[in-house]
């Protein structure tokens, strides 16, 4: 059975400055899908939240872009939308760019990670959402998952996985992609994607020539918002969905990859480095410093399209460790202040006053 799963997220409101959602917002949302859900215009959904986006895990049989889903989840954060202008919760609506719902969501403000998939026999998947980052955050744990053996042993010992994957990469800036295959392209692959805010695994398939009909094994959101809006209306904080098992990398591979707190940016005014922290649902509640940036993932197995669960994976204690790393690492980046690495570079900051500051002082600038 062909299945699409819709992971749909918004802004649309914080409690508190940007540290979480309010649950009326959630209860709105659930209100808005459950109706759909009724009519059997979807099969399941999932409402959560990370840090300040709420989240919609949506499941049809309408395919990818579909009009009618994208409709539904836009009129889901209008409702809560609402509900945060009349609590004044802050930045209520911050996410939702346009008056009017044509078509489909792209441009519009919510991120989007959807895919089409033949349900198998088991089919095990999890959705990773992040708060205070950008979509690159997620090219080094997804090159993990699928292309690094000391993160993925099944990659040299699963005959299903020998033959590697091959990544859909897109550049952000020139609005251009490509593929590239594992694991003879590697190097060119980690070339591009150590540039995070530029190049940007969206997709991932499976590589070998007997997966003839490819259905993608991952997607990532890629919705960059200072780029739909022309000037920075907040982070674009990223999402994906991961199928897992049976010739795929192993839920254990795939969460693996989380178990280091590499360096994103975001974070305080989406202007900073800082280590990405995997946490339970219950402690996707960004604080210190608006941060740090913060992961949750939640399995499910679909069953006919049904949303079985979720297991909140990286709530289990085997994380404890490196959310500890994660602590030190915001101690010490923290107090490199307002210096680079920490500070991002110029090009990157969502906030400046850079521009201000030298046309002041211009006048006073003399040559060497
Ligand atoms: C980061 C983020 C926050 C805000 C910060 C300042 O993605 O959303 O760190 O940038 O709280 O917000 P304003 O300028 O609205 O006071
Ligand atoms: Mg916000
Ligand atoms: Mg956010």
């Given at each position: 059975m062909k299945v699409t799963m819709s992971l749909i997220k918004a802004?649309?409101?914080?409690?508190?400055?940007?540290?979480r959602v309010h649950p009326q917002l959630k209860d709105d949302a659930k209100l808005i899908l459950e109706a759909a859900k009724g009519e059997e215009k979807i099969i399941d959904y999932h409402v959560t939240s990370v840090g300040d986006d709420l989240q919609l895990i949506i499941t049809h049989?309408?395919?990818?872009?579909s009009s009618y889903v994208h409709e539904l989840a836009w009129k889901a954060f209008l409702k809560a939308t609402e509900t945060a202008k009349k609590l004044k919760l802050y930045g209520a609506g911050q996410d939702l760019l346009k008056d009017s719902f044509s078509g489909n969501l792209k441009g519009m403000g919510p991120g989007v990670a959807e895919f089409e998939i033949e349900e198998r026999r088991s089919e095990p998947v999890v959705a990773f959402m992040m708060d205070?980052?950008?979509?690159?955050?997620?090219n080094l744990p997804i090159f993990k998952m699928f292309a690094d053996p000391f993160n993925t042993p099944g990659l040299v010992i699963d005959p299903n996985m020998h033959e590697g994957f091959e990544f859909e990469i897109w550049d952000v800036i020139d609005h251009k992609k490509l593929f590239l295959k594992t694991p003879e392209e590697v190097y060119d692959i980690l070339a591009l994607i150590g540039s995070k805010s530029r190049y940007i695994i969206k997709r991932v398939y499976p590589g070998?020539?007997?997966?003839?009909?490819k259905e993608p094994v991952a997607v990532v959101s890629t919705d960059i918002l200072h780029e739909i809006a022309g000037?920075?209306?907040?982070?674009?904080?990223p999402a994906a969905l991961v199928r897992a098992q049976a010739g795929l990398p192993a839920m254990g591979e795939i969460l693996e990859a989380f178990t280091f707190p590499h360096l994103v940016s975001g974070w305080m005014r989406g202007s900073h480095n800082g280590p990405l922290m995997p946490v339970s649902v219950q402690d996707a509640t960004p604080s210190r410093f608006d941060g740090p940036p913060r992961v949750i993932g939640l399995g499910f197995q679909l069953a006919e399209g049904k949303l079985v669960g979720p297991a909140d994976?990286?709530?289990?204690?085997?994380?404890d460790g490196a959310r500890l790393l994660a602590n030190q690492i915001a101690d010490y980046i923290r107090r490199n202040g307002p210096f680079e690495p920490h500070r991002l570079p110029e090009q990157e900051m969502e906030y400046t006053t850079l521009p201000q500051v030298q046309k002041k002082l211009q006048s006073r600038m003399v040559d060497l």
């Open positions: 802004d649309v409101g914080g409690l508190a400055g940007h540290s049989k309408n395919g990818e872009n205070k980052t950008e979509p690159g955050a997620f070998g020539a007997k997966n003839s009909k000037k920075y209306v907040g982070k674009d904080d994976l990286l709530a289990d204690k085997a994380f």
